[in-house]
């Protein structure tokens, strides 16, 4: 059973701050990792993908994979109120049909 | 541009009754199709998922079932509904899964 884990937070960061979402996984054949954002009562919405072993950078998201420590991490810099949502994890190992989710952690930004 | 249309957006329904909730895509051939459910303050769950017209795989044994008659038609119902299918079901598709999953905008479902 492949698992996906994330700190459900919540997470609250001040405005202008880096904030740092953590997500583990159990499956080494992992291919694929993505971060969704969903904000409250909405659909979650694709905003990083990374399949490579180290840093992605778009905009103010850089997203982090190591594949050694079954860790993949979303930085989101100079943080803003409209960033407060929930963050979360999917994994794909591109032998399934589907993605694995995280529960996601709950991000708040302070003005 | 691919589309994603998912309704009714929000649906109250009393225990018993059945269930339709539709999804289709635009502008994209033989994607797959899923649905998921997010139960409140919960992780999405896998319900079901379809690679083409007429397959569908079962994630979770439970009182849905869903079809798919079209290519980019993804149905999910139920004959019964209980009260534990409260939650938001999400639609999703994808061409190529290492470029990520698209959700509709969800349906909210109340059994009451």
């Known amino acids: 059973q492949k698992e996906v884990e994330q700190n459900s937070g919540p997470l609250s960061v001040p405005e202008g701050a880096i904030a740092s979402l953590n997500c583990t996984y159990s499956?080494?054949?992992?291919?694929?990792f993505f971060w969704y954002r969903q904000y409250s009562g909405k659909s979650p919405e694709l905003i990083m993908s990374?399949?490579?072993?180290g840093d992605k950078e778009d905009g103010r998201f850089t997203a982090q994979l190591n594949k050694a420590s079954q860790y993949v991490s979303l930085l989101i810099r100079d943080s803003q109120p409209s960033d407060s949502a929930t963050y979360l994890c999917?994994?794909?190992?591109?032998?399934?049909?589907?993605?694995?989710f995280g529960p996601g952690t709950r991000l708040s930004v302070l003005p | 541009s691919q589309t994603i249309h998912q309704w009714p957006a929000t649906l109250v329904q009393p225990v018993g009754s059945p269930l339709s909730l539709e999804c289709t895509v635009e502008?994209?051939?033989?994607?797959?199709l899923y649905w998921y459910r997010q139960a409140a303050g919960r992780g999405l769950q896998l319900l079901f998922y379809?690679?083409?017209?007429?397959?569908i795989s079962s994630e979770v044994p439970q009182n849905l079932s869903a079809s798919r008659p079209q290519d980019r038609q993804f149905i999910l119902s139920s004959k019964k509904l209980l009260l534990s299918d409260s939650g938001f079901y999400l639609c999703?598709?994808?061409?190529?899964?290492?470029?990520?999953?698209?959700f509709g905008s969800g349906t909210r479902l109340t059994v009451v």
């Open positions: 379809s690679v083409g017209i007429g397959q």
């Open positions: 499956d080494r054949v992992s291919q694929s």
């Open positions: 990374i399949y490579s072993n």
């Open positions: 999917a994994v794909n190992d591109n032998y399934g049909q589907n993605f694995v």
């Open positions: 999703a598709w994808s061409v190529r899964r290492i470029e990520g999953y698209t």
């Open positions: 502008g994209t051939s033989n994607p797959n």
